[in-house]
């Protein structure tokens, strides 16, 4: 499915009354949503724990 496909599809199912920040929003979701997706199947993940204890660091400053 093309990207301007997929957006079609995407604004199809939003209600007809709904604001073009919140096309804007579901859209830039969508997004990062195909980018997560494609970094998780690179392999560029990230074990829980190490997340966790990155969280905490940042946490303490």
Not at 6 to 20: C, E, H, M, R, Y
Not at 21 to 28: H, K, Q, S
Not at 49 to 59: I, K, P, R
């Amino acid at each position: 499915m093309t990207a301007k496909e997929k957006a079609i599809s995407l604004i199809q199912t939003l209600d007809d009354n709904v604001s073009l920040d919140e096309v804007i929003d579901r859209l830039y979701l969508l997004r990062k949503i195909e980018l997560g997706i494609a970094q998780a199947d690179a392999g560029d993940v990230m074990e829980h724990d190490e997340f966790m204890g990155e969280l905490e660091a940042e946490d303490a400053q």
